[in-house]
């Protein structure tokens, strides 16, 4: 079974940069797509990034490209995001959770109801 616990949130000034890691423990990472979701307060949990199992293309929302970058190391057992740029809007607890490849791949939508399992969350606060 999957399990999988994000850290690195925190507050960030308009801006600024912050690096999420989601550590993964279970079953062996290189068999899993991963993905990054974000829910603000009263609005849907929204997909922003995932990373199909061996780095092939990535896939990303159209608010976040240029300033989030997700990547893996799959020897660490463990996704990154990397969030530069940062903006009020992108306040959120975020979210990791896995799938497969084809769940992932460009221009597929990506919907919450393909992955499983979930992190617990961690919150990302975006204020001067």
């Known amino acids: 079974q999957l399990q999988l616990v994000e850290s690195g949130g925190g507050l960030v000034q308009p801006g600024g940069s912050l690096r999420l890691s989601c550590s993964t423990t279970?079953?062996?990472?290189?068999?899993?797509?991963i993905g990054w979701f974000r829910q603000a307060p009263a609005r849907e949990r929204e997909p922003v990034a995932c990373?199909?199992?061996?780095?092939?293309?990535?896939n990303y929302i159209t608010s976040v490209k240029g300033r989030f970058t997700i990547s893996r190391d799959n020897a660490k057992n463990t996704v990154y995001l990397q969030m530069n740029s940062l903006k009020p809007e992108d306040t959120a607890v975020y979210y990791c959770?896995?799938?497969?490849?084809?769940?992932?791949?460009?221009?597929?939508?990506?919907?919450?109801?393909?992955?499983?399992?979930w992190g617990q969350g961690t919150q990302v606060t975006v204020s001067p």
């Open positions: 279970g079953v062996a990472l290189d068999n899993w797509a």
């Open positions: 990373i199909p199992s061996h780095s092939e293309k990535t």
């Open positions: 959770a896995g799938t497969g490849n084809l769940n992932c791949a460009p221009y597929v939508p990506l919907n919450p109801k393909n992955f499983d399992p």
